[in-house]
């Protein structure tokens, strides 16, 4: 016979997970309360990114964590969280048209069919524990009182009194814990978060976590978990999540800065949580003596003191206790000398997913990630529950594997280094980043090309390293923002991209028929006049020593001027000729009607436009570097006339120069290029240079312009790279520098068994921090593909 009371059992003796949870509800905006009477404060950390600092300066931002942990006494409990999760699914806001738009939703989607992309968050707690009241038989009276309901106004007073005291002791606490921080980016959580983090750290499943949103101030014990628990053996099940609780049984042997670095790799989501509380140093002298004296007496047996004629050299010491005395002693050193001090820390991680096999997987690798700092962690079972605990806020009473460690030790393994994940909006354009990108430890970057509102961009890499791929998969996401697009090319390497973003294509060369160019159409403005004297110039002089007079110069400039004063149809080359000095006159004849090169400039219509996606092609004229610099002058004005143009002065403007640079010899044209890369940001304009090697700048000049104007620089696969002149350069610690080791293209598709294009590692630098290495996948058609790539930003 089925009775209810045997069916309602197993409820009846499960316990409530309320009556686990210590925290109880806000007492303001930014201050929780415990049950115990504890406050505290939560903080997002931005965090420094570790990858390109050498190990002296991240030694440095450890001792400003050693600082801040100085700050706080035995009253205090630090707690810090690392969350690795499962990027939220991207929806891209602002996708363009067209092919761009089928472009930017494919990569969208590959993003989210990836299982593997990890996002990194660092969250700080700090709880204020204030010194336990009613140790005094009046105190005591009042809090026995109140457990048996007789609140008394003076009882409601005396507690207020305690929670207002304990909170302004807390603020002052976190106040110069920020200030110690500062250089971490913390940012103070409202309640509203809180509760988010809460429920995150409870519940351990994003969905469930914002699944309610704050509605009540108290009993949060109660509104935080959603899902029930159940203990098993060897792990727990929160809602669908197993649930591996590892606990750190003996820490690392010898620790330094940022020695958990390798927690980015464990291939599973999870919750570390790192607490220190400060043991009194009166406290851990009387411990540390204690022990010295034990193994002191331990290190002879008392059996060698029976027999009276035992010499002190025949004894049998135990040198083990010996080395015990030693290192005792060190530590004593350490406290009464060195002016260090210890404190009670444990680490925990807590790794959940749906799948047992990955999870036991991820556990071994985190067991590996400490065990090669001769460190170790306990696969917890009988304790599962209580380790699962203490990692909430104000459950300390829960954590019952806690080790003495030094705040230096602490320091070092504190989780203050992360990843840059760049910037999900431009702060510029305030649209969508340019891209997002995939790092070797599975997370996901937000690209920009703007630093600050500066886009120029530095492309450098040898043949066949990725150039041209790199510009088509930059120039077909920033469609998104329906910028005016210029592309400069030498080899139709973005014939098939114009095809498809449904541009002009054209193709400049000494028979080319789609357009005629005649520089006398243009306006005689100060502006016009002042380009048409430097392309006279450039013609008149070539690629040979000779430089024009000064009174050849002015010759010429006047005779712009009154060729102006002729009919429209007579505005051409050939009659400038005729206006100039025999001597001038004839050196343009090449240029002329009659001449090799007369079907460039001497036109007498002009149909020559710069559209909305327009790519000139120059491969034709390869081959003749003196009609390939007047050319590219000429149509670099008309590029920067429409760059300045006031009617589109809220348009982005992108300028692609592909293998142009290596013909640009002139020092005119080198000057003109100067002056757009320092003026063409305040017309909202961004110029992308592309080349193989910074060895193309003619002048040194226009490489100290390129590099101080371009605060992206991308530097690619380059075997003959000059690692010393690089890093001079571009001011590489030897970090960065040493990390610069490209996958060669062909052992990685062996290695990954895919197309020679089918990954692109990346390396940029976003923001202060250190180089980013990224991977690009995916695309549009037949037009993007993909090499080795090494990205260095510096926002300096």
Not at 40 to 55: F, Q
Not at 155 to 160: G, R, T, V
Not at 461 to 473: I, P
Request: charged residues 25%; glycine residues 6%; aromatic residues 8%.
């Amino acid at each position: 016979m089925v009775r209810i009371r045997r069916i309602l059992r197993d409820y009846s003796d499960a316990g409530s997970v309320n009556a686990l949870l210590a925290i109880w509800g806000f007492v303001d905006d930014d201050v929780f309360l415990t049950k115990a009477g504890h406050v505290g404060v939560v903080y997002r950390m931005r965090g420094v990114d570790y990858e390109g600092l050498t190990h002296p300066q991240r030694q440095v931002l450890t001792h400003r964590v050693q600082a801040a942990l100085r700050l706080l006494d035995e009253h205090c409990r630090l707690y810090q969280y690392f969350l690795k999760e499962r990027i939220e699914h991207i929806v891209p806001a602002s996708r363009g048209r067209g092919v761009a738009r089928e472009a930017i939703d494919q990569r969208a989607a590959h993003l989210n069919g990836r299982r593997d992309l990890y996002d990194h968050t660092i969250y700080f707690v700090l709880v204020y524990e204030p010194p336990a009241a009613g140790s005094n038989r009046t105190g005591l009276r009042r809090y026995r009182m109140w457990h048996r309901g007789f609140l008394t106004n003076a009882a409601i007073s005396f507690l207020e009194t305690e929670i207002d005291r304990a909170v302004s002791a807390l603020h002052d606490k976190a106040h110069a814990l920020e200030i110690q921080l500062s250089d971490f980016g913390p940012v103070r959580l409202r309640k509203t978060d809180i509760f988010g983090f809460l429920r995150h750290v409870v519940n351990l499943n994003r969905d469930a976590a914002s699944a309610a949103p704050l509605k009540y101030d108290t009993h949060l014990d109660y509104f935080v978990p959603d899902l029930a628990i159940e203990c098993h053996r060897d792990h727990l099940l929160i809602g669908d999540q197993i649930v591996k609780v590892l606990s750190m049984k003996e820490p690392p042997a010898r620790t330094f800065a940022h020695v958990l670095g390798d927690l980015h790799a464990i291939p599973e989501e999870f919750v570390a949580c790192l607490e220190w509380q400060r043991i009194p140093n009166d406290r851990m002298r009387r411990e540390i003596r204690t022990r010295r004296r034990h193994f002191f007496n331990k290190r002879v047996s008392l059996v060698n003191y029976v027999a009276p004629e035992t010499k002190p050299e025949e004894m049998l010491v135990d040198e083990s206790a010996t080395a015990t005395v030693n290192q005792l002693g060190d530590a004593l050193t350490e406290l009464e000398v060195n002016g260090h001090f210890f404190g009670f820390c444990s680490l925990t991680f807590v790794l959940h997913g749906t799948n047992w096999r990955a999870l036991q997987h991820a556990s071994a690798e985190a067991i590996k990630a400490l065990a090669t700092h001769d460190g170790s962690l306990f696969d917890e079972s009988y304790n599962l529950l209580n380790a699962w605990l203490s990692t909430v806020p104000g459950n300390g009473a829960h954590n019952l594997r806690r080790l003495a460690l030094l705040e230096t030790n602490a320091a070092d393994l504190s989780f203050v280094f992360a990843l840059d994940k760049g910037e999900r909006v431009s702060p510029y354009l305030g649209e969508d980043a340019l891209s997002i990108f995939e790092t070797p430890h599975h997370a996901p970057y937000a690209f920009n090309l703007h630093v600050q509102d500066v886009g120029h961009t530095l492309v450098l890499g040898a043949t066949g390293s990725g150039k041209s791929f790199l510009l088509n998969f930059i120039v077909t996401h920033a469609q998104k923002y329906e910028p005016l697009t210029v592309i400069l090319d030498l080899g139709h390497s973005y014939r098939k991209l114009a095809d498809l973003l449904h541009g002009r294509y054209l193709e400049v060369g000494l028979r080319q028929h789609d357009v005629s160019i005649n520089p006398f159409a243009l306006d005689p403005t100060p502006e016009h006049l002042h380009f048409l004297h430097a392309l006279l110039r450039v013609l008149l002089e070539g690629n040979e020593a000779y430089r024009l007079s000064e009174v050849e110069d002015r010759e010429t400039y006047e005779a712009i001027e009154n060729l102006y004063a002729l009919d429209a149809d007579q505005r051409r080359l050939f009659t400038l000729a005729n206006l100039l000095p025999r001597a001038l006159g004839g050196r343009l004849h090449k240029w002329v009607d009659g001449g090799r090169y007369a079907s460039l400039f001497d036109n007498v219509e002009d149909t020559f436009n710069v559209e909305r996606i327009q790519v000139f092609d120059f491969e034709s004229m390869r081959s003749y570097p003196a009609l390939l610099e007047p050319l590219l002058f000429y149509v670099l004005h008309r590029v920067t006339a429409r760059v300045n143009d006031p009617a589109e002065a809220r348009r982005l403007k992108l300028c692609v120069v592909d293998e142009a640079w290596r013909f640009i010899q002139h020092p005119t044209l080198r000057a003109y290029v100067q002056e757009g890369l320092k003026t063409w940001r305040k017309h909202n304009g961004a110029m992308i240079l592309s080349t193989q090697t910074i060895d193309d700048f003619a002048s040194a000049d226009l490489l100290r312009t390129v590099v101080e104007s371009c605060p992206t620089k991308l530097l690619l696969a380059n075997p003959a790279l000059d690692r010393r002149q690089y890093a001079e350069l571009f001011q590489l610690n030897e970090m960065e520098l040493g990390s610069e080791k490209l996958l060669d293209l062909h052992e990685h598709a062996r290695r990954q068994r895919a197309p020679r294009r089918a990954l692109q590692p990346v390396r940029l630098r976003g923001g202060p921090g250190a180089p980013r290495r990224v991977c690009v996948s995916g695309g549009v058609g037949t037009c993007l593909c993909t090499g080795s790539l090494v990205l260095v930003r510096s926002d300096s």
